[in-house]
């Protein structure tokens, strides 16, 4: 490797950079490699200057608003469904005979679905098991409900202690466990 001095300025800036390019996911040693220096140089310089360390710093925290932006910009086209052109090729002896294209819709996604409204509306949307439940005399209490009928989350005659389970399949509702 050539012996390349370190810049303040040019160097922690092109560091950031290069850590930054969420597309192209550096290491550390392919990063050394753009420096032309040897990877144990680069940790020197992140060791020994506080800029490079920041850069470092500034550069991860830019790859990883990169990434949440596209994860976004995924779930998004995965919740709505979106549309595909596919080409389809017919050649005879080396030269295109005919082409086909055909636009098709990939339908929304429901865990994806699923998933949004879990993280985004927790008290309307959750995957547990336990509800808090308000009671008559104004005291909440957090159980775990087995969901027989799915049309409703309400548990029908809920009160202090364990339903039995006959009474709660004979209503359809839930069965209830402190």
């Given amino acids: 490797m050539n012996n390349i001095k370190y810049d303040p300025i040019l ?25 032309h220096i040897h990877p144990e140089t680069l940790y020197k310089w992140i060791n020994k200057y506080p800029a490079m360390h920041e850069a470092q710093e500034r550069g991860r925290e830019r790859r990883r608003l990169a990434f949440v932006k596209e994860a976004k910009r995924g779930l998004f086209k995965q919740l709505c ?26 339908p929304a996604n429901v865990a994806a679905a699923i ?23 104004n005291n909440r209490r957090a159980f ?24 709660a399949a004979s209503d359809g509702t839930a069965e209830i466990t402190p």
């Avoid at 469904?81 to 990939?106: A, S």
């Avoid at 009928?149 to 006959?166: H, L, M, P, Q, S």
Wanted: net charge negative; aromatic share 8%; proline share 2%.
């Fill in 11 to 35: 160097t922690p800036t092109r560091y950031e950079d290069y850590l930054a390019d969420a597309r192209q996911q550096y290491s550390t040693e392919e990063i050394a490699g753009l420096f």
């Fill in 81 to 106: 469904g979106y549309d595909v052109e596919e080409t389809r090729t017919v050649l005879v002896d080396g030269n295109i005979k005919e082409q086909h294209i055909t636009r098709r819709h990939i």
């Fill in 115 to 137: 998933f949004v409204l879990c993280n985004m509306s927790p008290e309307e949307w959750t995957r547990s098991n336990t509800r808090t439940l308000d009671f008559e005399d």
């Fill in 144 to 167: 775990t409900v087995k969901v027989i009928d799915n049309t409703t989350d309400k548990v029908a005659g809920a009160t202090k202690g364990t339903r039995k389970k006959e009474d």
